[in-house]
């Protein structure tokens, strides 16, 4: 089930991020603030407020912490050692003009089509691995009547880059290949097998990892400028990994050795890959995020309302819960009312009861003692005909009749809606509190 906190719920057409929880107000407020200050992190040097931040982390308190260095104590690493993000981003005149051609062909077909008939001298490929929370990235260049030449680059932890930022490192190593080639006059392509990395050449340049953008776009000029113009050709192209072709394949088990800390000596590197990267931002909030989840989760396994939804479905908290109400043929008063059954926090007479909403807990329909969720769904005569379909649902997916299946079983969203809404025990009018629908259902069985 999907954390939900205060009472506040998801409707249908909620569209929060399905690989995320909803978090109390406290881990919220925590999230924000460290995102904050790691943007803060990532200002340039001429920024205003760059000597004003990393002095705030590493200054020390005389009487009072301000509220730069109460962010800045949610950050562990050195703000030195972030990525920056330019000021002011690319020229818009400039846009276009690439000292490369950019091919993304429509689909993978296509992508296996162009990398069959390539005509190219030289065909590079590139590839980055992620394994074991560590990242790497290899290029191979490969050239007719040639051996093969490889570069690895082992990142480092998954915690600090990102699998953008080890693309542009491979494309980077793919140049560096390419401008230590003996040949000046020779036509070049570029198998990369993300589209991303591709299409951050025509952006403004000022998002993480686009600094090491900027110095492809400064390698590919000066690799360039020593080639002749009129034979000398470089091209881009987006081929979809895992689809067969040999030099993907080659690139992809030379990415895995540089998973494992294979990575050549320094002088076989590009200049800028010889001195230790910068770790990326994105990262950084990822890996945050993920700890406040995992905290929350332990967290929610404690809380009483926790326990009892483990019952229902452990698996809880997770997705499975938010792709529940998230479906399309549910309404919000519907979605909402699956969220309070599995909270336990529907206006039913026990619920009711604890808060002096109703005198007695007891059902309106047939006197029992407790008006629980377990009566309302299963037990209660008042509903059986109702019931009858509902029963009918679980028959057809074998199963049976229970607080469990009808809660946990994604299949079944549907028809409890539907129980819920024929049964007409929670309809209210506007502006009228569900309580006086209890008052005059028990006035009506008192009647008969």
């Not at 005149?93 to 077909?109: A, C, N, Q, Y």
């Not at 915690?159 to 190593?173: P, S």
């Not at 000596?265 to 800028?272: G, Q």
């Not at 059954?341 to 309106?364: E, G, S, V």
């Amino acid at each position: 089930m999907l954390a939900i906190t205060g009472g506040l719920c998801t409707s249908a057409t909620d569209t929060l991020n399905a690989s995320t929880f909803l978090l109390p107000a406290s881990l919220l407020i925590q999230k924000w603030c460290f995102r904050a200050f790691v943007r803060m992190a990532t200002l340039p040097k001429d920024h205003l407020l760059h000597k004003l931040v990393n002095w705030k982390r590493t200054c020390t308190t005389k009487k009072h912490r301000g509220p730069l260095q109460n962010l800045a104590s949610l950050l562990n690493a050195d703000t030195k050692v972030m990525e920056k993000i330019q000021s002011t981003g690319q020229d818009p005149s400039k846009t276009g003009e690439l000292p490369f051609h950019i091919i993304i062909p429509v689909d993978k077909e296509a992508s296996a089509c162009k990398a069959e008939n390539a005509t190219e001298e030289i065909q590079v490929f590139t590839d980055g691995s992620a394994h074991n929370g560590k990242v790497g990235a290899s290029a191979i260049l490969i050239r007719k009547n040639r051996p093969d030449r490889t570069l690895h680059f082992h990142l480092g932890p998954e915690a600090e880059h990102t699998v953008h930022k080890v693309e542009l490192v491979g494309i980077l190593l793919v140049l560096h290949l390419i401008g230590t080639e003996r040949c000046t006059a020779t036509s070049c392509s570029v198998a990369v097998d993300n589209q991303a990395a591709l299409k951050a050449f025509d952006s403004g340049l000022r998002k993480p990892g686009h600094h090491l953008t900027c110095e492809i776009l400064l390698l590919a000029n000066q690799i360039q400028k020593r080639r002749s113009k009129r034979l000398y050709l470089l091209m881009l192209r987006w081929t979809a990994g895992h689809i067969g072709i040999s030099g993907n394949e080659k690139a992809d088990r030379e990415a895995k050795k540089a998973v494992d800390r294979h990575t050549l000596d320094k002088e076989h590197l590009p200049p800028y890959l010889r001195k230790p990267l910068l770790i990326n931002p994105s990262a950084v909030i990822r890996k945050r995020n993920n700890e406040l989840n995992s905290k929350w989760k332990q967290g929610w396994h404690k809380m009483e309302r926790g326990k009892r939804t483990r019952k229902i479905d452990n698996t809880t908290p997770s997705t499975k819960f938010l792709k529940t109400i998230s479906n399309v043929k549910l309404s919000w008063e519907d979605a909402s009312r699956i969220v309070q059954l599995q909270l336990q926090h529907i206006p039913l007479n026990k619920y009711l009861h604890k808060f002096k909403r109703t005198d007695k807990a007891n059902c309106p329909a047939c006197s029992e003692e407790n008006k629980t969720i377990a009566h309302f769904l299963l037990h209660c005569p008042k509903y059986a005909f109702e019931r009858w379909a509902l029963t009918k649902h679980t028959k057809k997916r074998r199963k049976e009749l229970t607080i469990k299946t009808l809660l946990g079983d994604l299949g079944l969203a549907i028809p409890l809606a539907n129980y819920m809404d024929s049964t007409g025990r929670f309809r209210t009018k506007i502006g009228e509190h569900p309580q006086s629908q209890i008052g005059n259902s028990a006035q009506e069985n008192n009647s008969r």
